[in-house]
T-cell receptor, first 112, second 111 residues
Framework: GENVEQHPSTLSVQEGDSAVIKCTYSDSASNYFPWYKQELGKRPQLIIDIRSNVGEKKDQRIAVTLNKTAKHFSLHITETQPEDSAVYFCAASQDGGFKTIFGAGTRLFVKA | NAGVTQTPKFQVLKTGQSMTLQCAQDMNHNSMYWYRQDPGMGLRLIYYSASEGTTDKGEVPNGYNVSRLNKREFSLRLESAAPSQTSVYFC??????????FGSGTRLTVV
């Protein structure tokens, strides 16, 4: 069945460094790729998304890249801050579809 | 706007008891979802409702039932709770071709 693999499961960086989280999806029909941030004890929140007709999207310190041929997409966080510490989930779905496949999550620690 | 509102926030049940988790959204979204989140397992879809009047099974539907009461409300029922249903439950809604808005979650413990 369809799945999304997410790596690494845990990532620890020093404040100010960059963090990269990578995902691979299996369903070639997927064309919408959102990223969610979940702080401890809170709900997941959409932070950025990308569609298959775009290779890269940026929003301040976060960016997402997509390689549709390789079925890879990645989240890049620059100049990390302690408040970036959270679990990040990637996901894949089809426009117009109702099922989203989530990665298992990456726990990011930003050390001050 | 409140977004997606879930009740209750916490619940402890005894094995075999039943309960209903309530969810309401005020964003006029057509589709609504119930997910469960277990440590190390990410988010798994229990049931979803593509539009008012329709419901469909997700990845882990066994032991659950749902009702799409109207466009705003989508409830999840556990008829006979089991310890394996101890989890955090999230309701979510979305508009076409966009990401989810999640509720604040229900932390359920079945003893």
């Amino acid at each position: 069945g369809e799945n999304v693999e997410q790596h690494p499961s845990t990532l620890s960086v020093q404040e100010g460094d960059s963090a990269v989280i990578k995902c691979t999806y299996s369903d070639s029909a997927s064309n919408y790729f959102p990223w969610y941030k979940q702080e401890l004890g809170k709900r997941p929140q959409l932070i950025i998304d990308i569609r298959s007709n775009v290779g890269e999207k940026k929003d301040q310190r976060i960016a997402v890249t997509l390689n549709k041929t390789a079925k890879h997409f990645s989240l890049h966080i620059t100049e990390t801050q302690p408040e970036d510490s959270a679990v990040y989930f990637c996901a894949a779905s089809q426009d117009g579809g109702f099922k989203t496949i989530f990665g298992a999550g990456t726990r990011l620690f930003v050390k001050a | 706007n409140a977004g997606v509102t879930q009740t209750p926030k916490f619940q402890v049940l005894k094995t075999g008891q039943s309960m209903t988790l309530q969810c309401a959204q005020d964003m006029n979204h057509n589709s609504m979802y119930w997910y469960r989140q277990d440590p190390g397992m990410g988010l798994r879809l229990i049931y979803y409702s593509a539009s008012e009047g329709t419901t469909d099974k997700g990845e882990v539907p066994n032991g659950y039932n749902v009702s799409r009461l109207n466009k705003r409300e989508f409830s999840l029922r556990l008829e006979s709770a089991a310890p394996s249903q101890t989890s955090v439950y999230f309701c979510a809604s979305r508009t076409v071709n966009y990401g989810y808005t999640f509720g604040s979650g229900t932390r359920l413990t079945v003893v």
